[in-house]
Nanobody, 123 residues
Framework: QVQLVESGGGSVQSRGSLRLSCTAS????????LGWFRQGPGQEREGIAT???????RYADFVEGRFTMCRDNAKNALYLQINSLKPEDTAMYYC?????????????????WGQGTQVTVSS
């Protein structure tokens, strides 16, 4: 069983920045592919970025260079840097994990999920 805990969310003004973190309790954390997702009010959960166990990343088209994802296997941690925040980025942000290789920005590909951290951006 893998437990994921997100942190770092908050209320920020437009054009601000946030760094989200996700820590995992997982044996052989480096064997997992990881993803960041978000779900806005009344919206479907959408994939933001993924990173596989080799460090390969994939980003959704809407990212436009504003989001950067990285992992620290020594700390069982995953990060998401978000710059130039916009009101439409307001959402609950989730990290997810699956054992083995994956680069899919698809919710169904991930077995383990955190509880989320809320990001609210005001104009």
């Amino acid at each position: 069983q893998v437990q994921l805990v997100e942190s770092g969310g908050g209320s920020v003004q437009s054009r601000g920045s946030l760094r989200l973190s996700c820590t995992a309790s997982a044996y052989n954390y480096r064997d997992y592919s990881l993803g960041w997702f978000r779900q806005g009010p009344g919206q479907e959960r959408e994939g933001i970025a993924t990173i596989d166990q080799y460090g390969g990343t994939r980003y959704a088209d809407f990212v436009e260079g504003r989001f950067t994802m990285c992992r620290d296997n020594a700390k069982n941690a995953l990060y998401l840097q978000i710059n130039s925040l916009k009101p439409e980025d307001t959402a609950m942000y989730y990290c997810a994990a699956v054992r083995g290789w994956s680069n899919a920005l698809v919710r169904g590909n991930y077995k383990y999920w955190g509880q989320g951290t809320q990001v609210t951006v005001s104009s």
